[in-house]
Nanobody, 127 residues
């Protein structure tokens, strides 16, 4: 199983990026997925999660109103649309898959128990 995150880059404050996390090796259509981020010298931080069906989502306070998580199960891919980016959003963004049955709210506190992690994509927001 592999999770490949992409879509990161350098953007000015106020700009937008769309991250993708493509899964291969098995289908995750019945499993929640989440996005996390880690800035240099800081702990890993939850960003957003989505249920297997895509009907339920959950966001960190820092992401509410600016980021949107979505998924396309036909493509086995999860997306993170990030708008109104701020310099403090600068980090490596990683996608992860929790154990089956994990609800979206629980993904936020279960980063030590994720089954799979992607390699991450760098997002840099300049002021």
């Amino acid at each position: 199983v592999q999770l490949q995150a992409s879509g990161g880059g350098l953007v000015k404050a106020g700009g937008s990026l769309r991250l993708s996390c493509a899964a291969s090796g098995r289908s995750f259509s019945r499993t929640a997925m989440g996005w996390f981020r880690q800035a240099p010298g800081q702990e890993r931080e939850f960003v957003a999660s989505i249920s297997g069906s895509g009907d339920s989502t959950y966001y960190a306070d820092s992401a509410k109103g600016r980021f949107t998580i979505s998924r396309d199960n036909a493509k086995n891919t999860v997306y993170l649309q990030m708008n109104s980016l701020k310099p403090e959003d600068t980090a490596v963004y990683l996608c992860a898959v929790p154990p089956p049955g994990t609800i979206v709210e629980a993904v936020a506190v279960m980063w030590d128990f994720m089954e799979y992690w992607g390699r991450g994509t760098q997002v840099t927001v300049s002021s």
